[in-house]
Structures are given as structure tokens and as C-alpha cells.
């Protein structure tokens, strides 16, 4: 069983920065996907990003290539979001997610496993 648990949310300027964490908790193996994914209000959830826990993969949507850089630290388990040159666009509850099998490219909903319980961003214009 995986727990994870996401923190770094919170109000950004447009063109600022923020970055988001997810600390896992239990056992992450090498083939494992670990993702981002974002909810705005009255959307679908979608994906953002995603990393292979060996850090041999990872893969972007459009939206955010180019500004966002997904990133994970082995030793403390946690998986990063750098969230660069923001748009009120971004605004979302933004949530961490872990697939226990990287097949393919995992950008579904349905290709995760766990989910964390979300952190809002909101960007000001």
C-alpha cells in the first residue's frame, strides 16, 4: 500500500513560480509511474506529468511542456513539480498519483493506483 501526501500549494502571481512535493509513503519500485494531475473547477481531471520511479522516463502534456519539470528524490521518496512561468490557466488542485506498473506512457486517470488528497493553485492575473 502507497500513501502519499502532496504540500506546496498555494497563491502565485502569473509568470511566478512554485514548486509541489509528494512525499510517498510504503514501498516504490523502479517501474512504478509516479504522476501529476490537475483539477480546475467544473473540468475533468487531467493530466500534467510523469516520471518512472527509476527516472529513466518521464513525459509532459502540451499545456505545461517547457515550464513545468517533474523530478523525484530516491532517499526521501517524494516526488517533485516545478512549476515555472505560471498562468492563471494553472489554477487547479493539483494531485500525485502512482501507478504500480509504468506500461506505455501512463497519462490516464485509470493507469493509477493511488492517489494523494490535492493541493490548490491558484494564479492571479
Known amino acids: 500500500q502507497v500513501q502519499l501526501v502532496e504540500s506546496g500549494g498555494g497563491l502565485v502571481q502569473a509568470g511566478g513560480s512554485l514548486r509541489l512535493s509528494c512525499a510517498a509513503s510504503?514501498?516504490?519500485?523502479?517501474?512504478?509511474?509516479m504522476g501529476w494531475f490537475r483539477q480546475a473547477p467544473g473540468k475533468e481531471r487531467e493530466f500534467v506529468a510523469t516520471?518512472?520511479?527509476?527516472?529513466?522516463?518521464?513525459y509532459y502534456a502540451d499545456s505545461v511542456k517547457d515550464r513545468f519539470t517533474i523530478s523525484r528524490d530516491n532517499a526521501k521518496n517524494t516526488v517533485y513539480l516545478q512549476m515555472n512561468s505560471v498562468e492563471p490557466e494553472d489554477t487547479a488542485v493539483y494531485y500525485c498519483?502512482?501507478?504500480?506498473?509504468?506500461?506505455?506512457?501512463?497519462?490516464?486517470?485509470?493507469?493509477?493506483?493511488?492517489w494523494g488528497q490535492g493541493t490548490q493553485v491558484t494564479v492571479s492575473s
Open positions: 510504503g514501498r516504490i519500485f523502479s517501474n512504478y509511474a
Open positions: 516520471i518512472r520511479w527509476s527516472g529513466s522516463s518521464l
Open positions: 498519483a502512482a501507478a504500480r506498473l509504468w506500461a506505455g506512457v501512463p497519462t490516464s486517470r485509470q493507469d493509477y493506483d493511488y
